[in-house]
């Protein structure tokens, strides 16, 4: 079942607060800025009213109250989307406020009105008229759209980016978040979004620091000369402030004396001697771990993060600039970081770490994320140029009719279709394709792809699958649980219990005929349900380490090619986890063998797993090594069963038999060589996917997911491994035929 709501990139929460307690709070204007702990709300309303409410990227965030009067450029629906004003030419003569203090009365009375309504706009957000739709956008992202000239002059307005601000102002607003991590396409205007809100915290903070990092230096200053200086020197007087030094600074851009409201009230004279120092300053620094180390800032923009190559790591410089951040426990400051992200070796990790750790949804006991950051991630689809209507809506497929761009070009294609079109043409390049994806994901996976010159399996069949399952409803293909012996009286039988907190993730559960399948043989417990399948396991002997580290324990299940009603050749079970203690693990383990009715290929050099299971009487579950006879087999393996992991050919033959399971049932087979070519693989569980794409076979340690499964794979085909038995010296000469022509004739 394909996943509908994939292409949302935020949704609207109704019924969420009490109908009467929000209207009576909206009429005392009794909603404050910032965190709200009883309805679990970030407000980012500054009128005391609060209107819509959207979940972001798992972040509830309510909007201000729909005013009355919303303004529209036309009465008719279609007439109806964002339109920068100019700037009027009187105001635009006028470059500071000393020179707005010498003006007539009469003239100041004249623009007093639009001053103000600027100013408010800047502070409250605006709101607008879209194709019949009243559409709010932040102070922000107001000051974005109507003030900041960029590259290609004025930017256009996108939904997209509406929503990146709104997250933004949430981020800003939450006492609990240290900013935003944003992850992003390419050319989606986050630097110049970023430039933006430097100038604007930095012409209304007092005694404030902004400081701005790249993935170089170079990067970090060239993002300060050609965007945040030019942003700053093209606002209009009442919202510049008056700047020491040079109009076009390279390293430090300080405003001395503030931008003063204008109003009604005083716009007749705002004398100079009246005015406090703003003292604010922004600039920029050379990429290192330790950039400004020991400094208080109010903003740090951090861009490319994503692109940090070594020996700079956005980690590291992250635990460094967060404290920059804080006084105590108080957030005093935000970062507003965003990227798309280099290959994993090549910086891409540390900021895919980064961005994992910034998920709303994983919070610790002080209600923070584990970076401080909160995450987003906006699909390509959504801010592709070229791609956007006059609305700023992305056109997603192919419409029946071309549309009316942004730019007056009309869209015969969508964004989606062009995407699909552009990663069919790359296929057979893997390097190229991956690049691609990372530059334009459509998920978070994409933009994480890996290189593949590195890799060892086929990443393209791997990458496809993943696609292809984050496309669905998981909940429709797998199940969360855990085995449990039935009424707790061990060695009966074990029942499968949902539960949403398990450690067990399963695709299939076999028939109440096939559940609990043991055959006694000499004494013996046996597996039932032998030919339908098979286990693989990466255990571990040690319930905890120093520091509380260590690799998970790992268990996988496939079946083999069989007459049952079950599915063939497919993984059915992933299990990645470590509990508390290694015997809640060993048990876990036992009681899925149990369940299925299937043995289990363990590697041996940690043979607690096996000690567990013959203590237990369940050593007939325990395969020996397939690729040795019995008689061969030494007094340890006897006795407990397993393989090693330190023999190189048993190291080729697991890695061997992953590639070629991959090859046959993962992805789209392209040259129908196994299945039909538009027939997708059925291997559903995509954080075993994940550990494919990276296995390095020279360092398997952390790899848990791999060498399981590849052990599940090798248990489910342990006739291949077989040793081979010795030629016969009796020569036997069979005749052999030559059937190329009509008839066949005998080959001399």
Request: proline share 4%; with cysteine; glycine share 8%.
């Amino acid at each position: 079942m394909q996943n509908e709501t994939l292409h949302r990139i935020y949704t609207e929460v109704f019924d969420l607060i009490p109908k009467t307690v929000l209207k009576n709070k909206n009429r005392a204007k009794s909603w404050r800025y910032g965190y709200d702990e009883k309805y679990g709300i970030v407000v980012i309303s500054k009128t005391g009213e609060i209107g819509p409410i959207y979940r972001i990227s798992g972040l509830l965030v309510a909007l201000p109250k729909i005013p009355k009067d919303v303004s529209t450029r036309s009465k008719i629906s279609k007439d109806q989307y964002w339109e920068r004003k100019e700037y009027p030419k009187p105001l635009s003569k006028i470059k500071s406020i000393f020179q707005w203090n010498e003006m007539p009365t009469a003239f100041k009375t004249a623009w007093v009105d639009y001053i103000e309504r600027e100013f408010d706009r800047r502070e409250q957000g605006h709101w607008f008229m879209r194709n019949g739709k009243p559409t709010y956008i932040t102070g922000s992202h107001y000051m974005y759209l109507q003030w900041t000239k960029i590259d290609v002059g004025y930017p256009d307005f996108r939904e997209a980016n509406r929503i990146f601000y709104i997250f933004w102002e949430a981020c800003k607003a939450d006492h609990r978040s240290f900013g935003i991590c944003y992850l992003k396409i390419r050319r989606s205007g986050f630097s110049f979004m970023a430039s933006e809100e430097c100038t604007n915290i930095g012409t209304l903070a007092k005694d404030a620091r902004i400081g701005i990092l790249s993935k170089t230096g170079s990067d970090a200053k060239k993002m300060f000369t050609d965007k945040v200086v030019p942003i700053s020197n093209n606002y209009p007087f009442f919202f510049r402030p008056i700047q020491d030094g040079m109009d076009k600074p390279k390293t430090e851009l300080a405003y001395r004396i503030p931008a003063s409201k204008i109003t009604k009230k005083n716009m007749a004279t705002i004398d100079e001697n009246d005015m406090e120092g703003l003292d604010t300053t922004i600039d920029w620094k050379n990429t290192s771990d330790n950039s400004y180390d020991g400094e208080k800032l109010q903003l740090l923009i951090h861009d490319e993060s994503g692109k940090w190559d070594k020996p700079d790591n956005i980690l590291n410089n992250w635990r460094v600039t967060k404290t920059c951040l804080r006084l105590g426990s108080k957030v005093i400051g935000k970062c507003m970081m965003g990227s798309t992200s280099n290959a994993l070796d090549k910086g891409g990790s540390n900021f895919k770490s980064l961005y994992l750790d910034s998920n709303v949804s994983s919070r610790n006991a002080n209600g923070q994320t584990k970076s401080g950051l909160y995450s987003l991630f906006i699909p390509m689809e959504w801010n592709m140029e070229g791609f956007i209507d006059k609305y700023g809506n992305p056109v997603l497929r192919t419409p029946k009719n071309p549309v009316e761009g942004i730019d007056g070009m009309l869209i015969d294609v969508g964004a989606i279709d062009y995407w699909e079109n552009e990663v069919d043409s790359l296929k057979q390049d893997s390097d190229a394709l991956n690049e691609y994806y990372r530059q334009f994901p459509r998920n978070e996976s994409h933009a994480f792809r890996d290189e593949s010159k590195q890799s060892l399996f086929n990443l393209t069949k791997i990458y496809s699958q993943i696609d292809y399952n984050e496309s669905l409803i998981q909940e429709h293909f797998l199940t969360r649980g855990s085995f449990k012996w039935m009424n707790g009286e061990k060695d009966t039988k074990v029942v499968w219990s949902p539960d949403k907190r398990g450690r067990f993730l399963v695709s299939w559960l076999p028939s109440v005929g096939l559940q609990n399948r043991t055959i006694s043989k000499g004494g013996r417990k046996l597996p039932g349900n032998d030919h339908l399948g098979a286990f693989g396991c990466d255990s571990y002997d040690i319930s905890g380490t120093v520091g509380g580290g260590g690799s998970n324990g790992a268990l996988h299940g496939l079946t083999k090619f069989h007459m049952e009603e079950a599915p063939t050749n497919e993984f059915f079970l992933q299990y990645i986890a470590r509990p508390q203690t290694a015997e809640i693990f060993f048990e876990e383990v036992l009681m899925a063998c149990v369940f299925y009715g299937m043995p289990i290929l363990v590697e041996n050099n940690k043979p607690r797993l096996l000690y567990h299971f013959k203590n237990r009487g369940y050593r007939g579950y325990c395969l020996n090594r397939p690729d040795k006879h019995a008689s061969k087999l030494s007094k340890t393996e006897r006795e407990l069963g397993g393989i090693p992991n330190s023999s190189e050919d048993v190291k080729q033959a697991h890695a061997t038999a992953i590639e070629s399971y991959i090859e046959k049932y993962v992805g789209i087979d392209m040259e129908s060589t196994y299945r039909d070519a538009d027939e997708m693989g059925s291997m559903y569980f995509t954080r075993t996917l994940e550990d494919w794409a990276k296995f390095n076979i020279n360092n398997r340690t952390k790899y848990d997911a791999t060498i399981s499964s590849g052990l599940a794979i090798m248990a489910c085909q342990k006739h291949v491994y077989l040793p081979q038995k010795s030629e016969s010296k009796i020569s036997i000469n069979f005749a052999r035929y030559s059937n190329t022509g009509s008839i066949s004739e005998l080959k001399k």
